[in-house]
């Protein structure tokens, strides 16, 4: 099925409360998730809150990466969405989980942008 | 079933190229969109792609909005993610298909952060 983009909703529980609510650990790990997805950052915006919790976007060519942490529960939401057309690989989930040490997860792949039908009359659009 | 986060995946079809290609009206759209889902804005990124196409994405207090868009495909990915505990309704959908010019949409709403049986071992926990 063709799709313009790929959306991995990934949920980490059980994950160390330390590191849900340090904002450069965060913050570093996002980064490097989106190297890993042969990302190209635009921007990237970072927030600690009070008392806790920590909230990191980043903006891609290719779409966006976020992670936003809740340490009181020891639970963080993490979305990769990328229009890269490279398959995103199980490597991703792993290095977040080890990073955030979660001891479950679980995720859900979404496809954004199924033309279906759209695409033949896109396509037979002169460039 | 209780939840820390809400989350709602729009596809937006057939929507106005050139709309689509505006990074003012689509950065005004999801700031208003913010509004209606009373959140707090932190930070907002917007950016334009060439030959066409633009991100935006707004930090909150509660999570994130983001809208990424096709305008060659008349498409567009909009992300609203909050942990408010005020329901989204369908007036968020309709405020985006009427300024996008959709003529077809769909979504999905996840629940973040479902702790399950951990709620209770959470609130256990001495504040």
Tied chains: 1, 2.
Excluded: N
Aim: hydrophobic residues 45%.
């Amino acid at each position: 099925m063709k799709a313009l983009g790929q959306h991995l909703l990934i949920e980490l529980y059980g994950c160390d409360r330390g590191i849900l609510d340090d904002l450069e650990h965060i913050r570093h790990s996002l980064l490097h998730a989106a190297e890993l997805v042969s990302a190209t950052i635009i921007d990237v915006v970072a927030h600690k809150f009070e008392p806790c919790g920590v909230t990191v976007v980043v903006a891609i060519m290719e779409s966006h990466l976020s992670v936003h942490t809740w340490p009181e529960y020891g639970y963080a939401a993490v979305d990769v969405f990328t229009c890269s057309s490279e398959p995103l690989t199980s490597e991703i989930q792993d290095y977040l989980i080890s990073r955030m040490k979660a001891t479950d997860a679980t995720s859900v792949e979404l496809k954004r942008g199924v033309l279906a039908g759209r695409w033949a009359a896109v396509e037979a659009v002169p460039a």
